[in-house]
């Protein structure tokens, strides 16, 4: 024996040190900053790029591997070449999973439980709970938001670069014009377009997606290649108004609902900027280090040409049409290749999850957050660690109907749960109603449940009956008790709802006629 090590090892070592002496920069630099970390748990590792990017009121059949009627090649190959989600959750609208999204915590624990934050509330997602982007930033990233923000911006201590992006191109209300980028008060209207704390005027005429597409690639192309990425596109499509370049909506010229053809425009749009970040992440040479998301923020609304069919209900409502996401992981970094991954998920999993991908030494438990680590899920195939997703709870929503008798929670109250493969709707989720998309001559057809519209209490196998077209309810009690149990648990977790009266200071006209802080 030897104490001298073989020499396949002496060469194994003198390799290694000529691969790092020509390592390009950037990549070795990532190296280092990882060493640098030093947390114990993943060292050597390089820390990814993580590109998520969100569309807006995006319903589950808008998607081309959805079977939509709707065409887009870009983001079918990208889930296609990654793991596409089919058991992901999202909330019905848009401030709660964007809050759930940077917060990583129920709406029931930042308190924004009802509805969305409006602008002239002053609201906000509570200082209290950092952002994901603040904690990628400690963790050694540039972080950059383009896009929608809607978590609040009376104060400026509310505003997207004062909670840990160091870039902000974007808007901070939920709507607006895609060309003017004004959002009307009072009947007139106020710019809402900033690139950080000014207001930006030179964008007037140009489509919010190419802007921000655009604006997006131009964040890649400047990137500092010695640090991680962290990019939030939050693109404004495709919800409403229903504008679109004429181009765009020429592709359906066979669809002839007018709302449903010019949506199917705008998605087009978005398919095609997706199709360019990705491109320009290529040519950066960052794609074989990036994990890209894409999710879709709620379910479509009919009414502005989204569909969600076959599932029940859309935008707004408890049912899966509000909430079941379209979602799915691609880059470099992504192990599994053309999987279709049936685990439960929540977008406040993504919190921890990119956490864990930046390798962050935060200490994750005193966080308090809702969302698990869902990283060995997608990229391990492994089972999700979450079995209890809690949908909502919503106090200020009107009551509906009588109380039921024999159970513990109050069944007249907004709410929704899932445990396992179940799922229990209590109090008013909103229309229930399945809306077939409009055809290549005919208007959508909407179907309606036969249903006292005072019930209260509906109980759903999703696994086997994802459409919710059978109410087991009556026939399964004990079911129904053991979930009603578990919202009578969480609701004792609940803090106090803020939803504060609008405040007639916040008019833009007051502050050089564009939104902004006003506190
Ligand atoms: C607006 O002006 C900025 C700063 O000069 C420039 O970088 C940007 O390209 C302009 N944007 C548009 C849409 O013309
Ligand atoms: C994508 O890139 C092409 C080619 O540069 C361009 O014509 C198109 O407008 C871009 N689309 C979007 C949505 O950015
Ligand atoms: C992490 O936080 C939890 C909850 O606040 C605390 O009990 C625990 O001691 C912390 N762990 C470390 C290593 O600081
Ligand atoms: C939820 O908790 C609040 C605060 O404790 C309580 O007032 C309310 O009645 C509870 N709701 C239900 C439906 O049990």
Same mark, same amino acid.
């Given at each position: 024996?030897?104490?001298?090590?073989?020499?396949?090892?002496?060469?194994?070592?003198?390799?290694?040190?000529?691969?790092?002496?020509?390592?390009?920069?950037?990549?070795?630099?990532?190296?280092?900053? =990882?060493?640098?970390?030093?947390?114990?748990?993943?060292?050597?590792?390089?820390?990814?790029?993580?590109?998520?990017?969100?569309?807006?009121?995006?319903?589950?059949?808008?998607?081309?591997?959805?079977?939509?009627?709707?065409?887009?090649?870009?983001?079918?190959?990208?889930?296609?070449?990654?793991?596409?989600?089919?058991?992901?959750?999202?909330?019905?609208?848009?401030?709660?999973?964007?809050?759930?999204?940077?917060?990583?915590?129920?709406?029931?624990?930042?308190?924004?439980?009802?509805?969305?934050?409006?602008? &002239?509330?002053?609201?906000?997602?509570?200082?209290?709970?950092?952002?994901?982007?603040?904690?990628?930033?400690?963790?050694?990233?540039?972080?950059?938001?383009?896009?929608?923000?809607?978590?609040?911006?009376?104060?400026?201590?509310?505003?997207?670069?004062?909670?840990?992006?160091?870039?902000?191109?974007?808007?901070?209300?939920?709507?607006?014009?895609?060309?003017?980028?004004?959002?009307?008060?009072?009947?007139?209207?106020?710019?809402?377009?900033?690139?950080?704390? =000014?207001?930006?005027?030179?964008?007037?005429? #140009?489509?919010?997606?190419?802007?921000?597409?655009?604006?997006?690639?131009?964040?890649?192309? =400047? #990137?500092?290649?010695?640090?991680?990425?962290?990019?939030?596109?939050?693109?404004?499509?495709?919800?409403?108004?229903?504008?679109?370049?004429?181009?765009?909506?020429?592709?359906?010229?066979?669809?002839?609902?007018?709302?449903?053809?010019?949506?199917?425009?705008?998605?087009?749009?978005?398919?095609?900027?997706?199709?360019?970040?990705?491109?320009?992440?290529?040519?950066?040479?960052?794609?074989?280090?990036?994990?890209?998301?894409?999710?879709?923020?709620?379910?479509?609304?009919?009414?502005?040409?989204?569909?969600?069919?076959?599932?029940?209900?859309?935008?707004?409502?408890?049912?899966?049409?509000?909430?079941?996401?379209?979602?799915?992981?691609?880059?470099?970094?992504?192990?599994?290749?053309?999987?279709?991954?049936?685990?439960?998920?929540?977008?406040?999993?993504?919190?921890?999850?990119?956490?864990?991908?930046?390798?962050?030494?935060?200490?994750?438990?005193?966080?308090?957050? &809702?969302?698990?680590?869902?990283?060995?899920?997608?990229?391990?195939?492994?089972?999700?660690? =979450?079995?209890?997703?809690?949908?909502?709870?919503?106090?200020?929503?009107?009551?509906?109907?009588?109380? #039921?008798?024999?159970?513990?929670? &109050?069944?007249?109250?907004?709410?929704?749960?899932?445990?396992?493969?179940?799922?229990?709707?209590?109090?008013?989720?909103?229309?229930?109603?399945?809306?077939?998309?409009?055809?290549?001559?005919?208007?959508?057809?909407?179907?309606?449940?036969?249903?006292?519209?005072?019930?209260?209490?509906?109980?759903?196998?999703?696994?086997?009956?994802?459409?919710?077209?059978?109410?087991?309810?009556?026939?399964?009690?004990?079911?129904?008790?053991?979930?009603?149990?578990?919202?009578?648990?969480?609701?004792?977790?609940?803090?106090?709802?803020?939803?504060?009266?609008?405040?007639?200071?916040?008019?833009?006209?007051?502050?050089?006629?564009?939104?902004?802080?006003?506190?």
């Amino acid at each position: 024996m030897t104490s001298l090590p073989p020499i396949s090892q002496w060469l194994a070592a003198l390799l290694l040190v000529v691969v790092v002496s020509v390592l390009p920069d950037h990549v070795y630099g990532n190296f280092v900053h =990882r060493w640098s970390q030093n947390d114990g748990s993943r060292s050597g590792e390089q820390q990814p790029n993580i590109v998520f990017v969100l569309a807006d009121d995006y319903g589950y059949n808008d998607i081309g591997y959805h079977g939509s009627q709707i065409k887009t090649p870009n983001l079918d190959m990208l889930a296609q070449s990654g793991v596409t989600l089919e058991n992901y959750y999202v909330q019905p609208i848009c401030t709660p999973t964007r809050s759930q999204l940077m917060s990583g915590r129920y709406q029931i624990h930042t308190g924004l439980q009802h509805k969305i934050i409006s602008p &002239d509330q002053p609201n906000g997602l509570p200082l209290d709970s950092p952002t994901i982007a603040s904690q990628l930033q400690k963790a050694g990233y540039s972080t950059h938001m383009v896009g929608k923000w809607h978590l609040g911006f009376y104060k400026e201590d509310y505003l997207p670069w004062r909670r840990g992006f160091d870039t902000f191109f974007g808007y901070l209300n939920g709507d607006e014009d895609y060309y003017s980028h004004k959002r009307g008060y009072k009947g007139k209207p106020y710019l809402d377009l900033h690139e950080e704390g =000014r207001p930006v005027r030179n964008a007037t005429g #140009h489509y919010s997606t190419h802007l921000f597409t655009d604006k997006a690639i131009d964040l890649i192309k =400047r #990137h500092d290649p010695s640090k991680p990425m962290f990019l939030y596109l939050a693109y404004q499509a495709v919800h409403g108004p229903l504008e679109v370049p004429k181009q765009y909506e020429e592709q359906y010229k066979h669809i002839k609902d007018k709302k449903r053809r010019i949506f199917a425009g705008m998605v087009s749009a978005l398919d095609q900027g997706v199709g360019n970040l990705t491109r320009a992440l290529k040519q950066a040479n960052m794609w074989k280090n990036t994990v890209l998301i894409f999710s879709t923020d709620n379910g479509g609304k009919p009414e502005v040409g989204g569909n969600n069919y076959p599932l029940r209900g859309e935008k707004k409502t408890l049912w899966e049409g509000g909430m079941h996401g379209v979602g799915f992981v691609a880059g470099g970094r992504l192990r599994p290749q053309g999987q279709v991954n049936r685990e439960l998920m929540h977008v406040s999993d993504w919190y921890p999850t990119m956490l864990r991908l930046a390798g962050s030494k935060v200490n994750v438990s005193s966080l308090a957050l &809702d969302g698990v680590d869902q990283w060995d899920t997608i990229n391990g195939g492994a089972s999700s660690p =979450r079995q209890t997703l809690l949908h909502n709870i919503d106090p200020l929503w009107p009551a509906r109907g009588k109380r #039921h008798p024999h159970y513990a929670w &109050d069944t007249r109250v907004r709410a929704s749960l899932r445990s396992g493969d179940y799922k229990v709707i209590t109090g008013d989720p909103g229309p229930g109603r399945w809306t077939k998309p409009p055809g290549e001559d005919a208007t959508g057809q909407q179907f309606y449940a036969n249903e006292d519209s005072h019930k209260n209490l509906w109980l759903f196998n999703i696994a086997e009956d994802p459409t919710e077209h059978h109410d087991l309810s009556a026939e399964k009690p004990e079911v129904v008790e053991e979930l009603l149990n578990l919202l009578v648990q969480f609701n004792r977790t609940a803090v106090p709802v803020r939803y504060p009266k609008p405040d007639p200071n916040c008019n833009p006209g007051l502050h050089g006629g564009v939104w902004g802080s006003w506190q």
